[in-house]
């Protein structure tokens, strides 16, 4: 346990559908991140979140539409997305801004497919 | 791009003994970071090695860095079946407000 947890942890959508991931730090953090983890492809940072500012976009498609309304919650809102848009989904947090040589805490993932 | 590559991609081993897993990158980092990742779970993390900083020990880890060479080594000694993850290298760029991940070393201990 690491103190960031995930929800759903499994999710399976069409291509239709609105659905939202949620992300919730139990740390006291300052930073909240977004990661995309696909099959055969490193570790993907999406979103970065210091002190509920985003300060990073990793040029993701606007399906993605993260949330940030306090420093210990984040959501991910998918809407239309598409088949490779499967994947599993990661949530970190760190304690400071950015990283500042903090070690990030990542919650277990929400395995998602899109059919 | 500073992504780190990690080499082997794969490993397998017995157990009990050391498995070596390496680590390249490109450009001036602030630090490093190892992370170790059980098949579908989330990431968990190892140490952390700064700039200034040529070795560190955890356990039964001990993680090396090379800045001239770009490079840092994590050796898990007297390796355990529980061993059996992917590990992953991360840098923090100077500069920059983000952690960029390797592929990962896939490590297998066998009994």
């Known amino acids: 346990e690491t103190g960031v947890t995930q929800t759903p942890r499994h999710l399976v959508m069409g291509m239709t559908n609105k659905k939202s991931l949620k992300c919730e730090q139990h740390?006291?953090?300052?930073?909240m991140y977004w990661y995309k983890q696909s099959a055969k492809k490193p570790l993907e940072l999406m979103f970065v979140?210091?002190?509920?500012?985003?300060?990073e976009n990793n040029s993701v498609p606007s399906r993605f539409s993260p949330e940030c309304p306090n420093s210990s919650h984040l959501f991910l809102h998918l809407h239309t997305l598409q088949p490779e848009d499967s994947a599993l989904y990661l949530c970190?947090?760190?304690?400071?801004?950015?990283?500042?040589?903090?070690?990030?805490?990542f919650g277990p993932g929400t395995r998602l497919t899109v059919t | 791009s500073q992504q780190g590559e990690e080499d082997p991609q794969a490993l397998s081993i017995q157990e009990g003994e050391n498995a070596t897993m390496n680590c390249s990158y490109k450009?001036?980092?602030?630090?490093l970071q190892w992370y170790r990742q059980n098949s579908g779970r989330g990431l968990v993390h190892l140490i952390l090695?700064?700039?200034?900083?040529r070795e560190k020990h955890s356990g039964r880890l001990r993680v090396t860095l090379d800045t001239s060479k770009k490079s840092s080594s994590l050796l898990i000694t007297a390796s355990r079946a529980a061993d059996t993850a992917s590990y992953f290298c991360?840098?923090?760029?100077?500069?920059?407000?983000?952690?960029?991940f390797g592929q990962g070393t896939r490590l297998t201990i066998n009994p």
């Open positions: 979140y210091s002190l509920e500012e985003r300060v």
């Open positions: 991360a840098t923090d760029a100077a500069g920059a407000q983000k952690l960029v």
């Open positions: 970190a947090s760190s304690q400071g801004p950015g990283t500042g040589g903090y070690e990030q805490y």
């Open positions: 450009t001036s980092i602030n630090n």
């Open positions: 090695i700064r700039s200034n900083e």
């Open positions: 740390l006291g953090h300052n930073a």
